[in-house]
């Protein structure tokens, strides 16, 4: 068996169908998704969910809560501390089963511990000599001849990331006609992808998510650590987009009383996430970016399951029956593969 998992970065679940995603959709139409989608962990942003598509693991046990982590003294990019616990790619190592990675954001290499791959691009999570998009990430179709150099194509257990539409969502919004003409463009990455799949199609399962989708920016600039000083409440903030994280700071309802925050939720002893009302993204942010993310209102990811396995029907129902979490993905690679995270 060859198991495949792809993510979409942002991709809006509103995109998916015959017209903007052809390629997906056809893989829906031969096994499964959930309408309404999946459901993101909180923060609502690309690393949190990343450790958890691959440890199975709530962001309080894998420590990736917002997309940069507290090392102590102060937050560092997540990609420096990586997850906590098992990953599908340690797991898969331990068993014999070969594994790669290739993703357009190099930090993820770091943030999803794919170093214990058997083979991951780009080399070291260091930003690739390829093309790039708009952000400085690998384009999508230097996503797509990296399958071929790093043989992906051959792995038991392949994990590819494309980030094209994320940009797209950050710098029109996620409704903009200029994200569906890049939503467009990376389907057809996905296309090329599943083009070198068929060979193998009989023995193959693929799986595609997004990690997140992204809501319209209506105010920028949100300080949350002012408010905090202000009333003499405690706490370390770290913006991450629609949402914040507060640690050691004040209870989740001392929280909701400040004007800024509309929803709290304590994720662990130590940390809690807040948001805004729609699209009031915290901290600096540049005023020309139109979309973001990290609040509830962007936990819908993309979840659609196929391939041609004798598993994949099953597989399909499950997800169609209850919407799939970004915990869920883990463990049900590992079963397939047949092997346990720890």
């Not at 958890?52 to 560092?76: K, Q």
């Not at 060979?199 to 799986?207: K, L, Q, R, S």
Request: charged share 20%; with cysteine.
């Amino acid at each position: 068996m060859r198991v495949v998992f792809v993510v979409i970065d942002a991709l809006p679940n509103q995109w998916v169908g015959p017209v903007w995603t052809p390629h997906l959709w056809r893989l829906v139409a031969e096994g499964g998704w959930h309408p309404e989608g999946g459901r993101a962990v909180l923060s609502t942003a690309t690393y949190p969910n990343h450790a958890s598509f691959v440890t199975g693991r709530e962001p309080a046990s894998h420590g990736i809560f917002v997309n940069r982590v507290w090392d102590g003294t102060r937050f560092v990019g997540s990609h420096e501390v990586g997850p906590a616990g098992d990953t599908i790619f340690a797991a898969a190592s331990r068993h014999g089963i070969d594994s790669a990675v290739v993703v357009g954001d190099h930090k993820l290499i770091g943030v999803m511990g794919a170093g214990d791959a058997d083979r991951h691009w780009p080399p070291d999570g260091r930003r690739a000599d390829v093309a790039l998009d708009e952000f400085r990430y690998a384009a999508d179709s230097a996503v797509v001849d990296a399958l071929d150099t790093t043989g992906l194509i051959d792995a038991e257990l392949a994990f590819v990331h494309f980030n094209g539409p994320d940009t797209a969502c950050h710098m029109f919004g996620p409704d903009a006609p200029e994200t569906g003409e890049r939503v467009r463009s990376t389907d057809a990455a996905l296309g090329a992808l599943l083009e070198r799949l068929a060979p193998g199609w009989h023995d193959t399962v693929v799986m595609v998510v997004s990690d997140h989708d992204q809501e319209t920016v209506t105010r920028h600039g949100v300080d949350l650590a002012a408010a905090l000083e202000r009333r003499g409440l405690p706490g370390v903030v770290e913006n991450d987009g629609t949402a914040a994280l507060v640690l050691d700071g004040p209870s989740a309802e001392e929280l909701l009383e400040l004007d800024e925050v509309e929803g709290a939720r304590t994720l662990d002893a130590r940390n809690t996430l807040v948001w805004g009302p729609s699209g009031h993204v915290f901290g600096l942010w540049l005023d020309e970016l139109a979309g973001s993310h990290g609040s509830p209102r962007c936990a819908t990811q993309v979840a659609v399951v196929g391939g041609g396995h004798d598993r994949v029907p099953g597989l399909a129902a499950a997800i169609e029956t209850a919407r799939p979490d970004a915990t869920w993905w883990a463990p049900t690679i590992a079963a397939l593969l047949g092997f346990e995270l720890s």
